[in-house]
């Protein structure tokens, strides 16, 4: 089983739908992460939780709404979203954003599409 | 402004035939670069940390060096279970940089019987 667990692997939606996306992780980490990762591009950076406070929100728009309950848990809630946030949406963990060995370990993504 | 440019963007290799991945990086102070593999539809799988110029690691047939301005992945008689999506990311040391990584657009490798 791996350490970080996303569902669902696979959505469609329309641009007027709502859906959440969820991440867990079992490794005991006290930082969680969310990806953006397009075709050709780099990985983005959208969301940074340490110990469930928001510590980084990388401009992303207000139809991406995070969620982190506990460290172990994170949601991604989405909104009239555009086709052009069409994407693989990834969660990650690490220990600490400030620990020496910020080692970030990913789920295998939410291949999302939006219609 | 943190910059991380890898190369080739695309590596098609024959079984056996050793290469190298190159990553260049500009960053206001290393904390960190990492690789990662990804293989299609999944996430990033970790594969190594680099601290400081003049280090390497090493696992299985591959092994990564880097210097003050690069870092190399170097792919030694690969086979086609080697064939995957290569990413490169750095860390700054700066603290606003904690905890976020820059990664570079990957090298997508495959590695024919």
């Known amino acids: 089983e791996t350490g970080v667990t996303q569902t669902p692997r696979h959505l469609v939606m329309g641009m007027t739908n709502k859906k959440s996306l969820k991440c867990e992780q079992h490794?005991?980490?006290?930082?969680m992460y969310w990806y953006k990762q397009s075709a050709k591009k780099p990985l983005e950076l959208m969301f940074v939780?340490?110990?469930?406070?928001?510590?980084e929100n990388n401009s992303v728009p207000s139809r991406f709404s995070p969620e982190c309950p506990n460290s172990s848990h994170l949601f991604l809630h989405l909104h009239t979203l555009q086709p052009e946030d069409s994407a693989l949406y990834l969660c990650?963990?690490?220990?600490?954003?400030?620990?020496?060995?910020?080692?970030?370990?990913f789920g295998a993504g939410t291949r999302l599409s939006v219609l | 402004e943190d910059q991380v440019t890898q190369s080739p963007e695309a590596l098609r290799l024959q079984e056996g035939e050793s290469s190298s991945l190159n990553c260049s990086y500009t960053?206001?102070?290393?904390?960190?670069l990492f690789w990662y593999r990804q293989d299609p539809g999944k996430g990033p799988e970790f594969l190594f940390t680099?601290?400081?110029a003049g280090e390497e690691k090493e696992k299985e047939r591959l092994k990564a060096t880097l210097t003050k301005k690069e870092s190399f992945l170097h792919i030694t008689a690969p086979k086609p279970e080697d064939s995957a999506t290569y990413l490169c990311?750095?860390?700054?040391?700066?603290?606003?940089?904690?905890?976020?990584?820059?990664f570079g657009a990957g090298t997508q490798v495959v590695v024919t019987p």
């Open positions: 960053v206001s102070g290393l904390r960190g």
């Open positions: 990311a750095v860390q700054a040391s700066t603290t606003d940089s904690w905890g976020k990584l820059q």
């Open positions: 990650a963990s690490s220990l600490s954003p400030d620990s020496t060995k910020n080692i970030q370990y």
């Open positions: 939780y340490n110990f469930k406070e928001q510590t």
């Open positions: 490794l005991g980490h006290n930082a």
């Open positions: 680099l601290y400081s």
